[in-house]
């Protein structure tokens, strides 16, 4: 019998990429990539073996979709920011069974989700630039899941979540689970992103100190009140993805019967006007 070793909210900003390369932004994004490191690391020592990736970065128009190809292999280069995420190459398992039987699951409660195994169908970089840090060895099977949805309810988004709970469980998979997104979203205006320094600032101090209430919410364990904002919060702070990503991933959680607690690894920090950070969420 499977089961969701771990779970976490994480950032996937791309300067963490240029944080490791020489020029203005080297070194800058270190506590960020040592909170990836520090959460596989947790993972692992809970026996995971697979991970699933909510992905932020995967838009979807219709349906859930599931990417459980058997392996992925590719060089990928970001359309968004071409300039930030170039010719990277990337080779990793996929868990094929685990991703057909979310789709299931998902299907059985009403939900229209499809599983892919497409040679075709590449992970995108909500995916890939984490994987960077979490999965140097490839070690990990990798499943995932579309979570830039567009014309998607947070209740079925919550519903997504609960089969992938349930397909873990019915699974022989050990997984670590990961919700890749921001919280506030509200990327500086162009003509305004180099006057206020961008790449290190937050566009909006309403989205900030919501930011840091929520993060509150999530340390003192006051999830059901963070529910009954997330669909406001996504829509007035401009959630990446929708939110859809936090949606699954408290539907894997229980809910609002989450009785856990938020645990923030290393600091909330601003980023081209968005608001990121890494926090673990332990299953009950």
Same mark, same amino acid.
């Given at each position: 019998?499977?089961? @969701? /070793?771990?779970? #976490?909210?994480?950032?996937? %900003?791309?300067?963490?990429?240029? !944080?490791?390369?020489? $020029?203005?932004?080297?070194?800058?994004?270190?506590?960020?990539?040592?909170?990836?490191?520090?959460?596989?690391?947790?993972?692992?020592?809970?026996?995971?073996?697979?991970?699933?990736?909510?992905?932020?970065?995967?838009?979807?128009?219709?349906?859930?979709?599931?990417?459980?190809?058997a392996?992925?292999?590719?060089?990928?280069?970001?359309?968004?920011?071409?300039?930030?995420?170039?010719?990277?190459?990337?080779?990793?398992?996929?868990?094929?069974?685990?991703?057909?039987?979310?789709?299931?699951?998902?299907?059985?409660?009403?939900v229209?989700?499809?599983?892919?195994?497409?040679?075709?169908?590449?992970?995108?970089?909500?995916t890939?630039?984490?994987?960077?840090?979490?999965?140097?060895?490839?070690?990990?099977? @990798? /499943?995932?899941? #579309?979570?830039?949805?567009s %014309?998607?309810?947070?209740?079925? !988004?919550r519903?997504? $979540?609960?089969?992938?709970?349930?397909?873990?469980?019915?699974?022989?998979?050990k997984?670590?689970?990961?919700?890749?997104?921001?919280?506030?979203?509200?990327?500086?205006?162009?003509?305004?992103y180099?006057?206020n320094?961008?790449t290190?600032?937050?566009?909006?101090?309403?989205?900030?100190?919501?930011?840091?209430?929520?993060?509150?919410?999530?340390?003192?364990?006051?999830?059901?009140?963070?529910?009954?904002?997330?669909?406001?919060?996504?829509?007035?702070?401009?959630?990446?993805g929708?939110?859809?990503?936090?949606?699954?991933?408290?539907?894997?959680?229980?809910?609002?019967?989450?009785?856990?607690?938020?645990?923030?690894?290393?600091?909330?920090?601003?980023?081209?006007?968005?608001g990121?950070?890494?926090?673990?969420?332990?299953?009950?």
């Open positions: 019998m499977g089961n @969701i /070793v771990l779970a #976490a909210k994480i950032t996937h %900003v791309p300067t963490m990429l240029m !944080s490791e390369q020489p $020029g203005p932004i080297f070194g800058k994004r270190t506590q960020a990539i040592d909170g990836h490191k520090e959460i596989v690391a947790r993972a692992k020592a809970l026996g995971a073996d697979t991970v699933i990736v909510l992905d932020t970065h995967w838009l979807v128009n219709a349906g859930y979709h599931v990417n459980a190809a392996s992925f292999k590719g060089n990928y280069t970001s359309h968004e920011f071409p300039q930030f995420i170039q010719n990277l190459e990337y080779q990793y398992e996929g868990n094929p069974a685990l991703g057909d039987l979310i789709a299931e699951k998902a299907q059985a409660k009403g229209h989700a499809l599983s892919h195994q497409l040679e075709s169908l590449t992970l995108e970089y909500g890939l630039v984490p994987m960077i840090w979490m999965n140097p060895t490839s070690d990990l099977k @990798i /499943v995932s899941v #579309a979570a830039w949805c %014309v998607h309810s947070i209740e079925s !988004s519903l997504m $979540g609960e089969a992938i709970k349930e397909a873990v469980e019915e699974s022989d998979s997984v670590l689970l990961l919700a890749s997104g921001s919280l506030s979203h509200k990327i500086w205006a162009n003509e305004d180099a006057a320094n961008g290190f600032t937050i566009s909006s101090e309403f989205n900030r100190q919501m930011d840091l209430h929520v993060l509150d919410l999530w340390t003192r364990g006051d999830h059901a009140t963070f529910l009954k904002m997330l669909p406001e919060y996504a829509q007035k702070c401009n959630g990446e929708g939110m859809h990503d936090t949606a699954m991933l408290y539907g894997a959680l229980g809910w609002d019967q989450y009785q856990g607690k938020g645990e923030i690894i290393g600091e909330y920090f601003p980023s081209s006007g968005t990121q950070v890494n926090v673990v969420f332990e299953p009950d």
